[in-house]
């Protein structure tokens, strides 16, 4: 099939499904699950492909479901949505509002499912024109650490047959709906997270003299710890250190208490800067809670590393899109200190990971990702299962060509 055949028997077949592609987003936005949860989502996931017979395999990190179609004798590539849910009240009054008290999607993975089980409808329409072999992952617990990815990688979801390209596609509040962006190389950074508990003595906030303060030993570590990003780190590297909460165990306006919490998260796009903050983290810690007659302990909790874009196929895949949209809706991304277990499969496989521009200013849609008004247009769904059945077909295609 030349691709302007291509192009218009892919328009063809979403219109056709329209409706059963809204409709799939807005069941699954009403029953969000939280990360390692998505029992119902799954369930659905397997009914779906079951439907258009696409066989799957389960037991990927409990929840997990991996679909495989196509030929046997061709090459592979994967296709990854996540499932999971936010610990977010929604705010959005609509008639697929959450049914689920105090969860929503509010990061889109219930887009990224419907993305990916509309693109196996369409992929199943045309598997005898398929040059290859395309695995369909549907992943639990992106949101949480250890990251479903590193899980599902573990239980051997890129084995048998092993992908030689994997793709993620990714929701964008701040790009137009239907346009798409990408970002050859490091686009998103490792996030680890720092769980620091400071132990004082505590007493009347009269007499400061009796007691080790844990809050005035807090406020210097808050404080020293920004200097482990203005000092002791490469200006031209990108680093984040953000202590995001802090809290006294006890305390009042004429107490001192006895112990402190702080949480924070650590960002780098760099794994020797991050072994490094790693090691000052502790030694800093150490040195301010001791200058303060205090105690303190570090939990270090290691999540993901930074999403790696191969520079080849982010190329090939952007140039794909536009071939397909036109220049003036591809864009090339900056880097974001934001973290994705996406990034597991980027350090295994030769990874893709884009993003589909869900933004409508005047339906108001505008809202960010991991907030209660996250919302997408709709027509986005459409557009995204066209771009990602285009860009399995096409790099399939490249691939038979170029490794055969």
């Avoid at 996540?82 to 009054?93: G, K, R, S, Y």
């Avoid at 419907?114 to 196996?120: E, H, Q, S, V, W």
């Avoid at 998103?188 to 003595?201: N, R």
């Avoid at 030694?283 to 590393?305: M, N, T």
């Amino acid at each position: 099939m030349d691709t302007k055949a291509l192009r218009s028997r892919i328009k063809t077949l979403v219109a056709e499904r329209r409706e059963a592609l809204i409709s799939l987003r807005e069941d699954l936005h009403r029953e969000p699950e939280l990360s390692f949860e998505e029992e119902k989502t799954s369930a659905r996931v397997q009914a779906e492909l079951s439907k258009v017979g696409i066989d799957y395999t389960t037991g990927y990190c409990t929840h997990g479901v991996v679909g495989l179609l196509g030929r046997a004798d061709g090459p592979c590539i994967a296709l990854r949505a996540d499932m999971d849910a936010l610990p977010i009240q929604e705010q959005n009054e609509t008639d697929y509002k959450s049914q689920r008290d105090g969860l929503m999607h509010a990061c889109g993975h219930d887009v990224h499912t419907t993305c990916l089980i509309g693109t196996a409808w369409l992929l199943k329409a045309m598997e005898d024109e398929l040059p290859g072999q395309v695995k369909l992952i549907f992943q639990p617990g992106e949101e949480k650490l250890p990251g479903g990815a590193s899980i599902m990688i573990r239980d051997g979801a890129l084995e048998n047959p092993r992908p030689a390209l994997m793709i993620g596609q990714h929701v964008h509040p701040p790009m137009e709906s239907g346009d798409f962006g990408f970002r050859a190389g490091q686009y998103m950074a490792s996030c680890d997270e720092i769980y620091i508990d400071i132990k004082g003595k505590g007493g009347h906030a009269a007499l400061p003299h009796q007691c080790h303060d844990p809050i005035v030993c807090a406020a210097d570590l808050i404080q020293s710890l920004q200097q482990l990003v203005s000092r002791r780190s490469d200006p031209v590297q990108p680093i984040v250190l953000t202590i995001g909460k802090i809290w006294s165990h006890g305390g009042a306006t004429n107490i001192i208490p006895d112990q402190v919490t702080l949480q924070g998260t650590l960002r780098c796009m760099n794994e020797e800067l991050r072994k490094q903050i790693h090691d000052e983290l502790a030694i800093r810690i150490s040195s301010v809670a001791k200058a303060h007659q205090c105690k303190a302990e570090l939990d270090l909790r290691i999540g993901y590393p930074y999403l790696q874009n191969d520079e080849q196929y982010t190329h090939l895949l952007q140039g794909l899109a536009a071939e397909y949209l036109g220049d003036d809706r591809v864009h090339t991304l900056d880097k974001r200190m934001t973290a994705e277990d996406f990034a597991y499969y980027s350090q295994v496989v030769p990874s893709v990971f884009y993003r589909l521009g869900v933004r409508n200013e005047e339906k108001g849609i505008i809202h960010p990702v991991h907030t209660p008004r996250f919302d997408v247009d709709e027509e986005s769904i459409l557009h995204g299962v066209e771009m990602m059945t285009w860009l399995a077909i096409r790099s399939l295609a490249h691939l038979a060509v170029h490794t055969h």
